[in-house]
């Protein structure tokens, strides 16, 4: 209960159904464990809070980029709401230190997973719906997700972007190594080197090593803006 006290005033958001936020912050492995009764756990709120998400994001982004065509505007919704932009949102108001996860999630990195934070966010996002209605959502996705925008773009196409940044600028060849590696096999932790032009650039981590390239290419991105 403190932890759920604690988070409402993280996220400056009161419940006035305090068993919503429960049932959002509980994932199936901790309501399997503890045998509660079917659907505590969080996954009916994460498909309403998915749904709620992606109108919230189309209204936000048909006002606020009305010279843009609808291909560009799917493309822009894509990238705020997938799965690692959604983890990435989840880092300034700390949702992994506050979910209820089974001893096995806990056990393997899922405080830290990106599909569990994303689904989470999700589920919040659902039960401030029902909770306080559209315009409480709106409120909490306005203030978490749909800020930063251009960063958040660059996180989701990072490899791409940078790729062709280092192409158009004739700067090398681009390439991912990996360092490190740590972790059992269910929930490893990679880390890899950017190399560009036989020059070290930047590293990233991650769960896969998909994730750890992408976290070294935004990076580097973001050095190659603030030089």
């Known amino acids: 209960m403190r932890k759920q006290l604690e988070f409402q005033y993280v996220i400056d958001y009161d419940f006035k159904q305090d068993g919503l936020l429960l049932q959002a912050l509980t994932h199936s492995s901790y309501a399997n464990e503890k045998r509660m009764k079917k659907h505590s756990d969080n996954e009916r709120l ?3 809070g998915d749904a709620v998400l992606e109108i919230i994001t189309s209204e936000y982004l048909y006002h606020h980029f009305p010279d843009l065509p609808e291909g560009e505007l799917t493309k822009m919704r894509a990238s705020l709401v997938c799965e690692q932009t959604l983890a990435y949102c989840t880092k300034e108001m700390r949702l992994g230190d506050y979910l209820l996860l089974g001893k096995g999630e806990e056990h ?8 569990i934070l994303s689904d989470a966010l999700e589920a919040v996002i659902g039960a401030i719906y029902l909770d306080g209605g559209f315009a409480s959502a709106k409120e909490f996705v306005l203030k978490y997700i ?3 925008i251009a960063h958040k773009q660059l996180f989701y196409d990072s490899k791409t972007i940078l790729q062709e940044v280092v192409q158009g600028q004739n700067m090398g060849a681009m390439e991912y190594g990996l360092i490190a590696e740590s972790g059992p096999d269910h929930a490893k932790l990679f880390t890899v080197e950017l190399s560009i032009g036989g020059k070290p650039v930047s590293t990233g981590s991650g769960h896969t090593k998909k994730a750890a390239e992408q976290e070294a290419a935004y990076l580097a991105l973001v050095q190659m803006q603030e030089t």
């Open 46 to 48: 994460e498909f309403l």
């Open 146 to 148: 749909l800020t930063d």
């Open 108 to 115: 393997t990195g899922g405080r830290q997973r990106s599909s």
